[in-house]
């Protein structure tokens, strides 16, 4: 994700904080950091980097604050009440507090320090 308001170290910290993520990696020059999450790797880098692997073109971001952007992270907790305190005491800004959804998911919303939508919820129960 890129990290236009704060530089990917201190992105990588506050996920780290305020979902329970560990820092698998930190670049010497602090624009580049990853988080652990299992088989995927969230990554963080400069909102002005340019796209990698040779493609050119900037970052999109939505045209309003409020709008919502094209990726929606989505962490899953055994306890998504306590996960939505804990992401919310850490700087996460409230969108909607956990409730039950019909297709038997608990979840909530926030957005980060950038803006980006971060779903805070329960396996799906089938």
């Given amino acids: 994700m890129?990290?236009?308001?704060?530089c990917p170290a201190f992105a990588a910290a506050f996920y780290a904080a305020a979902f329970g993520?560990?820092?698998r990696r930190l670049d010497q020059s602090h624009k580049w950091a990853e988080l652990e999450s299992g088989a995927t790797t969230i990554a963080f880098?400069?909102?002005?980097?340019r796209e990698t692997d040779g493609l050119s073109g900037e970052v999109q971001l939505p045209d309003a604050a409020a709008a919502?952007?094209?990726v929606e992270v989505c962490f899953v907790y055994a306890d998504v009440d306590a996960a939505y305190r804990r992401a919310?005491?850490?700087g996460a800004v409230p969108v909607s507090a956990p409730e039950?959804?019909?297709w038997g998911q608990k979840s909530g919303f926030v957005r980060d320090m950038d803006g980006n939508v971060v779903r805070i919820?329960?396996?799906?129960r089938e």
């Fill in 2 to 6: 890129a990290s236009g308001a704060v």
């Fill in 45 to 49: 880098t400069p909102l002005h980097q």
């Fill in 68 to 70: 919502r952007g094209p």
């Fill in 88 to 90: 919310v005491e850490h």
């Fill in 21 to 23: 993520s560990d820092v």
């Fill in 100 to 102: 039950q959804k019909p």
């Fill in 121 to 124: 919820g329960s396996h799906v």
